[in-house]
């Protein structure tokens, strides 16, 4: 049985409730720190606090080996210079230097001397050391606080003396920090700032280059422009560095030449206003002259896409999915049938589908060595056809007329388009396995290049490269007076444009050639050509779909479209508006002696021969408006003739004339 302790003195119990301990009474001091003692923090407050520190020292932590490091630099610097120092005074360097510099006996004494000091300042030296030496052992031993702040002292010391000797301010100039064109918010202000430093920095006299025209960004043609004002030329290697600075692509700045000799205008070019393909326009047949060019594309300038075809050779180059046959060749045809005053031939002995969707709107074809050897032939007569008019023009009396060069009011111009030009040039009159009748189709083109200007017979020659082996010769090279090149290896544009021209923005190795369902920058060319004098970029109009082609081909057939007459006489040139088709009728009745009558099946063999392929019922529709009728008639002992009689032909011209 446990017994119930004895209440303590002070303690009263009461009956209904535990055992409760009376507060002991406090002294007055006791109550006052009581009162101004703050709680202690509770344990998770603790931990927290903890936490904090070793958090934050941790990171601290692997910084403080740096910052001892940092701070011990300076003075093992300073210690290391003043090591140096005193190394160089105990061998008397200088005096050594100064005796050898001396002549004869005086030499030797000033060596044996030198040697002397050095020995002397050694035991110095050593007698130094050994006193600091000993000072310090005593201090540690005796004044421990004197050793520590003398310690301090020259750590300090050699701190100071340490950071003096840091290598001053960088003496190369800090990294230009220039703007990149292509970053957003760039102020032109900058840009143009960055663009003066750069010339300034490539050697232009400092103040030499001024602002003739404000750089300004032109939406339309993804381009900055800014005309400067300079003496000096600005160079290609001078753009490069501009392109480097303002961190525009390769060869995306041009320098163009303005009506001020010192004015130059610097294009910068940012994006790719022809990275949308455009849509070919249907230009009505008869409705251009050969005589206005023809516009192949589009151009980001002000410079249109349009290229001079009368009479002049064109050179096209472009790697194998450059754009020349569907783009640029297609784009030639739709325009130059468009004209009243154009024949086409076509020539590609590869026999690719392109020349052939045209039908009948390349007249003269050649789609295999023989024929193309006939268009080559035709081209060829009609150069001398054309002489010949020119002579008797000059010949005669008439002082308006113009003898010098063949216009389109003498007769269309003849232009023949050869696609692959390498395969026709293979055939350069030696035979070989794919030349088997030794047909010499290069020579032909060589004489069209040479004489074919001034009579408006021209050849446009597509190729995928430039060696003379795709051209034949640098003959029907150097005759061409607009070369088109697309996509192409750097070694063509090199060929093209020479290295000088490449430099100043002639870039066409830049451009990326198509492949199969993407046509990247196929159909993008420079060009070089009368009108063209600037290395900017245009692009030939988009192809387009094969019915839309066959659709266009069926139309300008059926509008008409303009024939070689293959007889005109001189004397009738300037005269009178023969219809041609009357006039090549006369011409085949001519040729065969003027029969006095044609048979209609006989007739349209000879206009086809001439270059005029006709129905009977369709020559019937050309002549009816000359009043020129067919007529009948009965041979002994077989079905009646249909065909034209030879007064008939001679009375509707003289009633035209
Ligand atoms: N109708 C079209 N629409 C859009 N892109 C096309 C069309 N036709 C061709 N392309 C693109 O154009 C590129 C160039 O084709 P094209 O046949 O004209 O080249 P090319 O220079 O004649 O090549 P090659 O020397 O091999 O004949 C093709 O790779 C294709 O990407
Ligand atoms: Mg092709």
Redesign the pocket.
Known sequence: MTTQPEPAAGVVLRKDLQPAVEAPQLSRARRAVLAVARPLPNRQQLAASARWWAVHLLRVAPWLPLLVLRELRPIGRGLGDLLHRWSTWVSAQDRHEYAKAAEGNLKAKQGLAASKTQTARRWLSLAAVLVALTAGVWAWLRQPLTLAAAAILVAAALDWHGRRLLPGADPLPAAVQVPRVLDDGVPLSQITASILETLEREGFEPGSVGVAEPLVYDHDRHEYRISLATRDEIKPEHLRAIERAVGARDYAVRNLATDTATVRQLVIRVGDPLAT?VERPWIPTGSRSIVEGITLGVSATEVPFTIPFAGVHIRIV????????????RSIIDGLSACHDVVIGGIDITN?PELTLWRDVIQYKGFDPASADKVLDKALAEIDRRSKILSAIAEDDDPDNDAAEWHSGLGPAFVVLV??FSQLAAFDGRTGPTNTGGLNLLAKCEQIVRTGRKHWVSLVM?T?KTGNSDFGSTTMQTQCAVTIA?PCDQQDANRIFGADRREAGYTPHLLR????????D??KVFVESPWHRTPDIYRAY?????AEVKRRARQRIEDGLPRLDSTLPAEVLDAVEVPPVLAAVEAAFRDAGCPERMATAELLDRLADAGLTLTSGKLADEVRPAGLQPTRWHKAGSSPVRGYRWVDVERAIREIT
């Open positions: 393909p472009a790697g194998t999915g450059g754009g020349k046959t569907s783009w640029l060749l690719g696609d692959e597509l995928q697309g050639p198509g492949v199969e369902g993407d046509a990247r196929a159909g988009a192809p387009g779909t094969t």
